[in-house]
Every structure is written in C-alpha cells, then in structure tokens.
C-alpha cells in the first residue's frame, strides 16, 4: 500500500500547505518547499512554511506531492500525489446516514480543513480530476461549493469528482449550481434500493429514500452531472432488477451507474458474512439489472469486480476501479492479460480469499 501519511517534523508552529520539489520543475517561491538533504531515513526540506523532514520516503516519491504539514502530529499528509490519478480530498469524516457496509464508519466530530485543501487544489498538477469525500461532504454544502467554485475559477483545467448522498440540495442551490463552472462537477450518489424501507434499511436513516427522490429533482433542474451509485449487498441482491428499472424509468439523466462490490473494511469487515454477495455463484440478479439498463439507454459499469469472477459478456464493463494506493492483485495475477484493466482488490481483501477467487485470463 502507498503511505498517504508519514512521520515528519517541523520548525513552524502552525499547518501549513506546500508542494514538494526536490530540484526539477517550475517552483513557486511562495507554496514550494525545496529538498536541501536526503539520507536513507526520508527528507528535509526548505520552503516559506519552514523546514520539514520528512520520515520513510524518498525524494523521488514525493517530488510533485502537495502536502499537509502537522508541526504538533508530527505528521504530514499527501494532499495531492504527483502522477497519480487517484487523489480524494477528505472534507469531513461526520456522516448523517449510518450505512450497515461503510467503509469509513463516521465520527461525531468535524475538524475544518477546507482553507488548506483549498490551497491544495490551486497547487495541483495540470488536468486532475480530484476526488471528494466523507463523512457526508454536503453537511458543509456552502462551504463545499464555495471552494470548488474558487478552484474552479482560478483553475480551468480542473474537474471534481464528489461523493455525496444527494439529500441536501435545495431549490435554491439550482440556480447557482447551473453555473457552467458545474460542468466540470461530478456528483456520485449512492441509491441502494427502489423502495424506501429497503433503502432506509441499508442506510440507516428514515427517510433517507424520500429526501434523496427531492435530491435527484434538484441535480435534475440543476443539469448536474450524476454517477449513480450501489453497493451489492445481500439484502439488495433480489432487488437489483427492480432497481434496474427504476433507474431507467426515473433517473435517465445520469451519466453512468456504477454497481459496486464491497471492501472488506469498516463496518462490511465485521459484517462480511452476513452481507457479502459471491457475485461469481449468483451474478444472475446483477446480470439482469445490467442488461435491463443497458436496453434503456442507461451505461452501467461494475466497480471492485475482479475481471476473472464475472462472466465473460460482462468483463468489458469490470473496470479497474480501485485506486492505486490501496489496490493490489494475488501473485498469480503477475502474468493475466487482463491485469492492466482490472480492479484487483483492496489492500485489506483477505489475501487467501483473492487467491481461491481468482482465474488468470
Ligand atoms: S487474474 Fe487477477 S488480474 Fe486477471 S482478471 Fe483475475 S483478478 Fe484481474
């Protein structure tokens, strides 16, 4: 697993955002810190933020990064990764749904980072399309929009993509979401079930499916652009071709309809028995709702299904999901032709569980 966070100490009293050279490239006097010494210990480095040694990484693995520094944790953290496509900006870990399959179960508290993540963004190498999540980022909606409008503003070539569970959007968020700014805007918001006590259910929220029904009302006016979003669990198994139809009949306007198999992480890891689907003996109820969608004109596509455990009709729509920092693949996929498509597993998948799934194409 790439580390997202490391040991490092600090002379300044207070965070601070940077962005890590170790001599190549552009640099900007102001946000730069420059590499002056490195030892097989990690880095040190010199910028306006004040001097930072970094623990157990190379200079060559951070050259590029952006950076969080916590002079008081004695940490810092990599923002935004150079060179890599999969960067996610952590808003806030606070959460209104309690979703029985979370993956990063929520905290009470809310620690405001949006300033620093802020400068982040405006550091970003050029073209990337940053990823945003939770907790429940739209808790904070003015704040949220408010510094992606900025980012967007001062940087035409970004794009965002964000995590949401779309009930707290209001009427008078579709004027100022209209904003051509949006268009570079993309929200995935996840929707488990065509009932509401089955939706409820998985969420645990009453009411969550109604609000949700005025939310997608909302993105609709708004023109926004939507990734539909369900996790495959074994409540929802038997659902899915009627969810299938609902997408199609109701929620046309999405871009695409990710089905997604579940991380072995957070509340899933402790409920894995009871919730997990084995998509490879009962792929028919997955199947069916794919192939209802795709005959209404709606694209779907299926995250965190190794390309070997679906039937083959299907492996064109498995596509490598996992991000690069928590992705791996067993041994004997070094070798499968279709490894450089494929999703692979997260970090935390039982090694000996992928090993028994999988079948080298
Ligand atoms: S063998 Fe490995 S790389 Fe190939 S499709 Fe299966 S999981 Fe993916």
Known sequence: MIPLVL????????????RLRSGKGLTDDAWDSLMIEEDGGGVTYAGAGGILAIDGATAKALDGDVVLVQPRH???ERILRAGSPHNTLLVTERCDQLCVMCSQPPK??????????????????PGLHIGISGGEPSLFKDKLLSMVERVLRQRPDLSFHILSNGQHFAEDDVLR??????????????????????HDEIVGKVGAFDALQDGFATLLM????VELRTVLVSSNLAAMPNLSRFVASRLRFIEVWSIMQLEHIGFAKGRWRTLF??????????????????????????FNFPRCTVP?????IAIASISDWKRKYPNVCFGCSEQANCSGFFEWHPDEEARAMVEPL
Do not use: N
């Open 7 to 18: 040991p490092a100490m600090s002379d300044a009293e207070s965070p601070f955002v940077t």
């Open 74 to 76: 004695g940490r810092m």
């Open 108 to 125: 009470k508290t809310h620690v405001d980072r949006f300033a620093y993540l802020e400068q982040a963004c405006l550091l970003a190498e």
């Open 177 to 198: 979401m209209r904003d051509p700014l949006y268009r570079r805007v993309s929200w995935g918001v996840p929707l488990y079930a065509a009932s509401a006590p089955l």
């Open 222 to 225: 708004a023109g926004a652009r």
């Open 277 to 302: 689907v084995d998509h490879r003996e009962h792929f028919g109820m997955v199947g069916r709702a794919i192939d209802w969608a795709t005959m209404h004109g709606v694209r779907a596509q299926l």
């Open 312 to 316: 083959p009709a299907y492996r064109g």
